[in-house]
């Protein structure tokens, strides 16, 4: 994905989201009150995230993402906050991740679903790496209504234009996360974002 430098800066700071990750980090939690094992955030961008995560669990967190760019931004900032020994950043696709089938208690994304290029084929990719009692949160938003006021607010005070991206809708959503034939799922679209959040039964 192309990005400007003064973007890339940006996010390497984790201005001006910075408000947004402990919310739905916090969020994540509350719903699934998973706090140790593995878990791996997909299209990581900066492993604000992750930070963010590892901040508030036990959890060891892969931050996962396309691009190297971000690779190597999302290494600086978790050495910076303390995390090189439970967030390890990883270059590598969704729709391929290199990890085993039933392999992470937690798999969590902001943002990310939004480019990948077969929305379908990628849930179905992070349902069959999630453990059997595992849980995946994966979505797009700010978090609630006062973030999203307070990170527009941020880039008009810095003048910088808040770049949305692509759209996808919850009818859209909803057919790709059927297609990838995950049944136990919960759709929200409101303040917090769009999101998917689903469960892997242990038959
Ligand atoms: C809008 S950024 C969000 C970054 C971060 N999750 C956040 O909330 O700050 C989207 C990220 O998804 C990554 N991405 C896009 N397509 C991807 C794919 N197919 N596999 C893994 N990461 C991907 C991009 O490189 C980018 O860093």
């Given amino acids: 994905m192309e990005r400007n430098s003064q973007i890339t800066d940006s996010l390497s700071l984790n201005e001006p989201h910075a408000p947004v990750y402990p919310l739905i980090a916090s969020q994540i939690t509350n719903k699934f009150q998973i706090m ?6 997909v299209g990581s961008g900066p492993a604000s995230l992750s930070i963010a995560m590892a901040r508030i669990t036990e959890l060891k967190i892969y931050a996962m993402d396309i691009s190297p760019e ?21 270059l ?3 729709h391929q991740m290199p990890f085993p089938d039933n392999y992470a208690h937690l ?3 902001r943002g990310s679903m939004f480019f990948w290029k ?29 973030t999203k006021k307070l990170v ?5 005070n810095q003048e910088e234009n808040y770049e949305s991206p692509p759209k996808i809708d919850i009818a859209t959503l909803e057919i790709a ?14 303040e ?8 892997k039964s242990i038959e």
């Fill in 192 to 199: 917090s974002g769009l999101w998917v959040l689903f469960e």
């Fill in 152 to 156: 527009k607010k941020t880039f008009k």
């Fill in 107 to 109: 798999i969590f994304s």
């Fill in 36 to 41: 140790k094992g593995v878990a791996i955030e």
């Fill in 118 to 146: 077969d929305l379908a084929s990628a849930l179905k990719k992070i349902y069959a790496v999630l453990k059997p009692g595992g849980a995946s949160y994966i979505g797009g938003g700010f978090g609630n209504k006062t």
């Fill in 177 to 190: 996360v059927q297609k990838a034939e995950i049944n136990n799922y919960q759709l929200l679209d409101d």
């Fill in 70 to 90: 971000m690779y190597k931004i999302a290494g600086k900032n978790i050495a910076k906050c303390g995390f090189k020994d439970r967030i390890l950043p990883m």
């Fill in 92 to 94: 590598a696709d969704v």
